[in-house]
């Protein structure tokens, strides 16, 4: 299906982007990664517009998280408890469980573009137990277009070798999540080291 849709993309362009994007936020298998830095590729050769195609891969995903966010409003137990039924989903959904559980910005902010695979999740538990709207909807829109800017961006600066953009992006967010995970590690520590004090402190 990615060599078809990739195909699609010099004749269809910014509406493909969108729907790709918007499809993939609500778990469906959809290649967005590879479409945004094919995109971005076609911008570099001039025929595609470069903030278009921004916009139209940025839209496409708030849109998405937008349905995921209100079906978890709407339909939250019902539809989680049909979910869990698989193994895979219900780990997914624990992980994003957990996320949404300690740090509920951050874990939107972040599963945009940093832990995508857990985005569409995060989407649905926020809904379900009524994360606020607006913050949900701000954090969403700050990562999503982190998420396009970092791909069609990527894609733009490579001039179209999407395995060579592939390849680097894939490095540099595993250093980044490396380091994330190494700093919050770090503040886990200090945070309880510091109440252990305070409490032998009392």
């Not at 609500?26 to 570099?44: H, V, W």
């Not at 832990?115 to 709207?133: D, E, K, M, Q």
């Not at 894939?170 to 409490?199: C, E």
Request: proline residues 3%; hydrophobic residues 50%; glycine residues 14%.
């Amino acid at each position: 299906m990615t060599a078809w849709l990739l195909a699609l993309v010099p004749q269809y362009g910014l509406w493909l982007l969108a729907a790709t994007t918007f499809f993939s936020c609500l778990a469906l298998p959809f290649p967005a990664s590879i479409l945004m830095l094919t995109a971005g590729g076609f911008a570099a050769a001039g025929d595609l517009v470069l903030w278009q195609s921004f916009v139209a891969a940025a839209v496409g995903a708030i849109a998405g998280d937008q349905v995921g966010y209100w079906a978890g409003h709407g339909y939250g137990a019902t539809l989680l408890h049909r979910l869990r039924a698989d193994p895979a989903r219900d780990r997914l959904l624990a992980k994003a469980d957990a996320l949404m559980d300690r740090q509920g910005l951050l874990a939107v902010y972040f599963s945009r573009w940093l832990v995508s695979p857990l985005g569409p999740w995060v989407n649905l538990i926020a809904g379900s137990t009524r994360y606020g709207w607006t913050r949900f909807t701000l954090a969403g829109v700050a990562g999503e277009a982190t998420w396009a800017g970092l791909y069609v961006g990527t894609g733009y600066g490579f001039a179209g070798n999407v395995e060579a953009a592939s390849e680097m992006l894939g490095s540099a967010l595993g250093m980044v999540g490396g380091v994330g995970a190494v700093v919050v590690l770090g503040y886990w520590l200090f945070s309880s080291q510091r109440s252990d004090t305070d409490n032998g402190r009392g």
